[in-house]
């Protein structure tokens, strides 16, 4: 299954490889690398519909009559009691257990006709779609891989669900993420460093664009002084803080620290958030009388036109600009923390502003770096697919 | 690929449509004459990426040189000069690519400058054969005029290799080039130590290659018996093969500083600095140690080979310790020529010259005020609606306070968690031999926190209204 994360493995992956990725989207995406990849249950027949419906009615009728029989999910709560639980929680039931019946299907018809897996690799492991193939390969005894998608800086050992291991082998970016998973239940035996291969690039400086070129592309001036946001969304499978309430504050917070330290604005928004964010940011930015753009995208110039960059929260993204030479700064969110012991400047928001002018012009946090991208060398695709090619044995 | 020997004549409807297709359109050197600029405003007028190629320090091109006449005496009458009109010429392009950093900043004042090697073809040296010195040294030629008639014309000619006698065993210190060189050979000593080595070494030969004749007052200092020629211009195909014969190449510059002669002119380097390496690149493409004098162009190679000082000693010395230690340098070479394949060909770089060639549109357009896609721009200052209820001077103080991973948590998150984790061990939650209640964990737990915080929210709502609404009769706004 790839992900954005992912996607600089599957050229290499491609040549040892015949690469069959989980969903149509991620097709396209190669496809559009040059790359031809198969897709999982691309031409499914009615019959194999037919059958993944049966097991999820088969499923969804034993969980009626066991609601009918007083089954709660809670009974302090309305809703997840009697008629409330059967209006939402059967349907959702039905299509998860229809969407995984048609994964299974779909991978036992390529399992068995199409040559067979010799792995499966994800770049994360607890979702629906990763759990279902994940079972599947382990019900064949086939190598289940995961190279995350990210550190997540919560607690290590916490109950979050991202804690869960539910691969055979975990291949993680540096010692940070190989110590976060042991306190979760890993075994030294099922680590290995491998490093962000999304971040290989950032080691080659052709692919960087050049400072001056970044600020005029992004509307800037060549002496703005420049304070990028790496901004963060809200997600409800771990709920901290106030949700919405906190990062309209947050927002404020940044853009109040901008205006009086007479800086421009760079609002990097997280690719997972709405694009309404791009109207709520450019209306808080009109009302502070401030010059700057807004952009999901644009990573690399974002890194490259910076003088520093804000993170709310700790965010991956701070480790990618790290690597590009940038100063971060973390605006501190509830559940989640870049480690301490890296010095990296910190605040709720009441010292942003010192924040801000101590990051400026700061060298780069190698340690910082190795730890959360090893070797920091820009060699993890290499390392990966070597990992890759040792637990399939091709 | 095709060739278009009348892509000049850009009004032309043919030319134009083969070059439309084009993204990016390299001129390369001569951008000198009226013509030239206008078909470059054209084409950069439908915003095609348009650049000039220089490999030349035409600026300050030395009287030995035989372009001086052209580029410095202005010989065809040209009007403006040559070089004004060059200058000019740039103008009219996004860039300039060169082989060379020197040249770059030269002409930077003109217009924006990328560097970019030149590199040989894979295919013309992945088959070499390097020479081992057991076996004859060859010369080449091609068939003469009469046989030439009998062969294929469509076919290029054939490439003769002749036997030198007496030259199995023998040595070989090689080099070969344009008739620029001269004042690469008189100004770094390289030919009073081959004459040392020559006469201190009996087995070993210099080769020279090209056809410059005005160097035949230095090959006098040589031993004549040790002193090669190989003649003739060879087709870059071909080139490789003389490459490979030496044993020992050697890559002589001038390195008497001169004015570049432009507005942006870097001091203190030569003409022979605003070169190329590619010299050094055929050397380590071919298997060959070398020995260069130490230089700008050579900077980044030269740690592969043996760069010297313009000193007859250290040539001398240079030249000596390769004679002697043969095999070894032999045997590094050859190790270097696998580094070199992979990474100074064409082939294996065409990748970072696309990328280069669409960097260069990129910052083009920045620079005549474009801007990237995908992004909202603010500019208050242009700004039609501002929000006048946004009070952005008043701002509470950070809600939270302590360490992060201890504070904010919500109370039912803990009851979410735990609720889609007995879901996950239920054992009747299967399907066609599927967990299901562990593949619904993950959606499972943004549910029932969704539903949680709806309760609570509805349950403050009430304790507030005090007006004794139901909370759990209505549906949830839940996703």
């Known amino acids: 299954m790839g992900g954005p994360s992912q996607t600089s493995l599957w050229k290499p992956l491609s040549e040892l490889f015949q690469l069959v990725v989980a969903d149509s989207q991620a097709a396209e995406h190669a496809a559009g690398l040059g ?15 037919e059958q993944a419906k049966v097991h999820a009615l088969e499923l969804s009728s034993h969980l009626l009559a066991k609601i009918d029989e007083v089954y709660s999910l809670d009974p302090a709560i309305p ?24 994964r299974l299907i779909a991978a036992e018809k390529f399992h068995s006709e199409d040559g067979g897996f010799v792995g499966i690799l994800l770049h994360e492991d607890v979702t629906e779609a990763s759990r279902a193939i994940s079972q599947f390969g382990r019900m064949r005894g086939i190598p289940v891989l995961h190279i995350p998608h990210a550190n997540h800086f919560l607690q290590p050992g916490t109950d979050d669900i991202h804690c869960q291991i539910n691969s055979d082998f975990i291949g993680v970016y540096g010692e940070y993420m190989r110590q976060w998973y042991l306190k979760c239940g890993a075994s030294e035996a099922q680590i290995e460093l491998i490093g962000g291969a999304q971040w290989d690039d950032l080691y080659d400086k052709e692919r960087i664009p050049e400072r001056l070129h970044s600020r005029r592309a992004l509307g800037y001036k060549e002496d703005d002084f420049i304070v990028a946001a790496a901004t963060t969304w809200f997600q409800d499978t771990g709920v901290w803080g106030r949700g919405n309430e906190d990062l309209e504050w947050m927002a404020h917070r940044f853009l109040h620290a901008c205006k009086k330290l007479n800086a421009k604005p760079l609002i990097k928004l997280n690719p997972g ?38 993170v709310f929260g700790p965010s991956n993204l701070g480790v990618a600009a790290q690597i590009a030479g940038c100063p971060i700064v973390e605006l501190m969110i509830p559940s989640a923390r870049y480690p301490e012991a890296y010095g990296i400047p910190a605040t709720w928001g009441d010292e942003l502003e010192d924040c801000i002018l101590a990051a400026r ?7 910082f770096i190795r730890d959360m991208n090893y070797d920091n060398d820009g060699g993890a695709v290499k390392r990966a697919v070597d990992w890759v090619r040792k637990h399939t044995g091709v | 690929m095709y060739y278009l020997r009348s892509a000049l004549d850009w009004h032309n409807p043919e030319v134009q449509a083969k070059l439309g297709w084009a993204d990016v359109l390299l001129f390369q050197r001569n951008v000198i004459g009226p013509e030239i600029w206008d078909a470059m405003s054209y084409w950069k007028a439908l915003r095609k990426i348009v650049l000039v190629d220089l490999d030349d320090g035409y600026s300050c091109i030395p009287a030995s040189n035989p372009a001086f006449p052209h580029w410095i005496l202005n010989t065809p009458g040209l009007d403006p000069d040559p070089v004004p009109a060059l200058e000019e010429g740039l103008r009219h392009a996004d860039a300039l690519i060169a082989p060379n950093r020197v040249l770059l900043q030269d002409w930077a004042h003109v217009v924006a400058g990328y560097y970019w090697q030149n590199f040989p073809s894979i295919l013309d040296y992945q088959d070499l054969q390097p020479r081992d010195i057991a076996n ?13 008639k009998k062969l294929n014309p469509d ?23 344009s008739i620029s060189h001269v004042d690469s050979f008189v100004y770094s000593h390289v030919v009073e130590a081959l004459a040392r080595i020559l006469k201190e070494f009996p087995h070993v030969d ?43 190449g050697i890559a002589p510059m001038d390195m008497r500083p001169v004015e570049g002669k432009t507005a942006s002119q870097v001091n203190n380097y030569s003409y022979d600095e605003r070169r190329s390496s590619l010299k050094l690149t055929e050397y380590l493409c071919a298997g060959v140690p070398f020995v260069a004098t130490r230089c700008h162009p050579y900077e980044e190679l030269g740690h592969l080979g043996k760069l010297v000082e313009n000193t007859p000693d250290a040539w001398y010395n240079a030249l000596r310790e390769r004679i002697l230690g043969y095999d070894h340098f032999k045997t590094e070479a050859m190790k270097n020529r696998q580094w070199a394949l992979k990474k100074l060909t064409i082939e294996n770089n065409a990748e970072r010259l696309i990328r280069l060639y669409a960097k260069i549109g990129e910052e083009a357009q920045a620079r005549t005020g474009l801007r990237v896609p995908n992004t909202t721009f603010v500019n208050p200052e242009v700004a039609t609606e501002i929000d006048e209820t946004l009070h952005v001077e008043e701002l509470d103080p950070p809600f939270w306070s302590g360490h992060p991973h201890e504070v904010g948590r919500a109370p039912y998150d803990v009851k979410a968690k735990k609720g889609a984790r007995d879901v996950a061990r239920e054992p009747w939650m299967t399907a066609a031999d599927l967990e299901i209640g562990s593949i619904l964990e993950y959606p499972l737990t943004a549910k029932l926190n969704q539903i949680y915080r709806e309760h609570e929210r509805r349950t403050e709502e009430a304790i507030v209204a005090d007006d004794g609404r139901a909370i759990a009769d209505q549906p949830l706004e839940t996703t």
């Open chain 2, 155 to 177: 076919e290029p000619p054939p490439l003769l290799q002749n036997e030198r006698p007496g030259s199995k065993g023998r040595l070989v210190i090689g080099w070969g080039g």
């Open chain 2, 206 to 248: 210099f080769k020279f290659c090209g056809n410059d004749d005005r160097l035949d007052f230095l090959w006098k200092e040589l031993p004549k018996d040790q002193f090669i020629r190989q003649n003739g211009v060879l087709p870059r195909k071909d080139w490789p093969q003389v490459v490979s014969q030496f044993s020992i």
């Open chain 1, 35 to 49: 790359l031809r990849v198969g897709v999982l249950g691309a031409a499914m027949d009615p019959p194999a519909i």
């Open chain 1, 273 to 310: 958030e709405p694009d309404e964010r791009h109207k709520d940011w450019m209306d808080t930015m009109l009302a502070y009388g401030l010059h700057g753009s807004i952009s999901k995208w644009h990573n690399e110039m974002t890194y490259s036109a910076a003088d520093v960059m804000v």
């Open chain 1, 361 to 367: 012009g700061s060298a780069r946090n190698d340690q």
């Open chain 2, 136 to 148: 004859p040294d060859y010369l080449f030629s091609y068939p003469d005029a009469p046989e030439l």
């Open chain 1, 79 to 102: 809703h997840m009691n009697g008629a409330f639980l059967k209006s939402w929680y059967v349907p959702m039931v039905f299509d998860q257990a229809t969407t995984a019946s048609l």
